[in-house]
């Protein structure tokens, strides 16, 4: 509820202001004159002071000062039956809002007013927001995201923006780039930040459990129901919750999920109770959701509706210059949990770091600094121990060089032809354990086994 101060030495005009205001749903103040208002003034801050220029002994422009001196950010309006440019132009100069002469429409000023205070709204958000980048520009680290890099910035910006809005965000970006801490920055710059923030992969839970993981489910259900169980939209209530690996949810739960996301209500399995939250959803896949629309995997309505705030997370070879950054994050955080004291990297070692591929992004890199750290004796990290590490790291290698003759080739024809043949290398390689070749291929094994049917492969083309 925004504060105002009425200022005017008329008690019939004071009450007329402070009346219309107090319905619009303000918390007004009033004063009788100039004397008054700067004592009320010099003992609260107030949004907008509406004060008329023309009174004995303290006049409103003297007010205006003061109000300016004491809190520059208070939006000032004036009013006056003695309207003159002269006194107009002074009041602005000053720093007034807005010059309103008597007499006046009651709607002219509530529209004012409104308009006051959303420019006052706008101006706070960018006051947090400048002051929020001046702390990630400062220090390189928000939220756990690591950078400096333009990507990293917008990325940081939008998060300011949006954390406060109740519209759901989908994340998108490939794996190991960071879609979780995006989440987890989001929520706890938002008005939400105190209270719960759930994360849940959808990939991790067997179809059948899904429904009962995320709605709950009631006593007797199903076999194994022997209590009644709180869903982790009930856990996440007045929080967020995060769907990780949203493109992987079977096509046959969508439509329920859809639910929830247009009305915040669902049943518990089994139960005919509805039940509503206040929930904020983030949703995050490494998956193209437009493709798997188009294929008939994803509901259109269903992907419209999570991406209604689009954030993607954009992968560290696009970003090379916060990989320094971020080994020096990666050390300081692994030399406190292993008990190690490395102080620094060679400059050719930081080199081969910031010029490695990082299929995996920074999951990855960090993965190669926790194993540098548990494996290394000296303070210094060198060429020779990151190469030697790099060694147990996925290395990306182009599949192969093909040229485009004159006529043209058929793209999906040699794209469908190399991946068939990478499913069959890696099943070979396994002995046709699917489970084994899936991680082989850094496929989840939904994807994995949807890759095996589209190609119609099977054990007979061993």
């Known amino acids: 509820m925004g504060k105002i101060l009425v200022v005017d030495d008329e008690r019939g005009m004071r009450e007329l202001l402070t009346i219309m205001l107090q319905k619009e749903g303000f918390d007004v103040s009033s004063a009788a004159g100039g004397q008054e208002a700067l004592e009320n003034i010099s003992q609260r801050t107030y949004d907008i002071v509406i004060t008329d220029i023309k009174m004995p002994n303290i006049t409103g422009i003297d007010v205006l000062k003061a109000v300016k001196e004491t809190s520059p950010e208070t939006i000032v309006i004036m009013i006056t039956a003695y309207a003159s440019t002269e006194t107009a132009m ?19 000023i509530k ?36 950078g400096k890099s333009p990507s990293i910035m917008r990325m940081v910006e939008l998060i300011v923006k949006v954390a406060d809005s109740p519209s759901n965000i989908l994340i998108t970006g490939e794996s190991g780039t960071g879609k979780e801490l995006v989440a987890r920055a989001i929520h706890n710059y938002s008005n939400r930040k105190d209270s719960s923030f759930v994360a849940i992969n959808c990939n991790a839970i067997p179809e059948g459990l899904l429904e009962s993981e995320l709605f709950g489910h009631v006593k007797g259900s199903f076999t194994g129901a022997t209590t009644s169980k709180e869903g982790l939209f009930e856990v996440a209530n007045n929080g967020t919750i995060f769907l990780d690996e949203i493109g992987d949810i079977p096509h046959s739960f969508q439509v329920k ?46 992907f419209y509706r999570l991406n209604v ?44 770091l910031v010029n490695s591929p990082w299929k995996g992004n920074v999951r990855e890199l960090e993965n190669v600094i926790e194993r540098i750290i548990t494996l290394g004796s000296g303070p210094l990290i060198e060429l020779k121990s990151v190469e030697e590490c790099l060694q147990g790291s996925v290395p990306y290698k182009s599949p192969l060089s093909i040229d485009v003759p004159p006529e043209g080739i058929d793209l999906e024809g040699i794209l469908n032809d190399i991946e068939k043949s990478l499913l069959l290398k890696a099943l070979d390689k396994t002995r046709w354990i699917k489970k084994d070749a899936a991680e082989l291929l850094h496929l989840d094994f939904r994807s994995f086994r949807y890759r095996l049917s589209k190609y119609n492969i099977s054990k007979d083309e061993e």
Do not use: C
């Open 90 to 108: 002074d009041a602005m100069k000053l720093g007034a809002y807005d010059y309103i002469n008597k007499p006046f429409k009651i709607e002219e």
């Open 111 to 146: 529209l004012i007013v409104r308009n006051a205070f959303e420019r006052r709204r706008l101006r706070e958000e960018n006051l947090l927001l400048k002051r929020k980048i001046q702390e990630w520009t400062a220090s390189g680290v928000i939220g756990g995201i690591v």
């Open 257 to 302: 999920l859809l639910r929830v996301l247009e009305d915040r209500t669902f049943k518990r399995v089994g139960g005919t109770q509805e039940i509503k939250v206040d929930v904020r959803v983030v949703a995050a896949t490494n998956k193209d959701l437009k493709k798997a629309v188009a294929e008939g995997n994803f509901r259109e309505d269903l």
């Open 309 to 352: 705030i689009p954030l993607e997370m954009p992968p560290l070879r696009e970003r090379r210059g916060d990989i320094p950054l971020l080994v020096e994050h990666f050390v300081a955080k692994h030399n406190r949990i292993l008990g190690r004291n490395i102080k620094s990297v060679s400059e050719d070692a930081m080199r081969r």
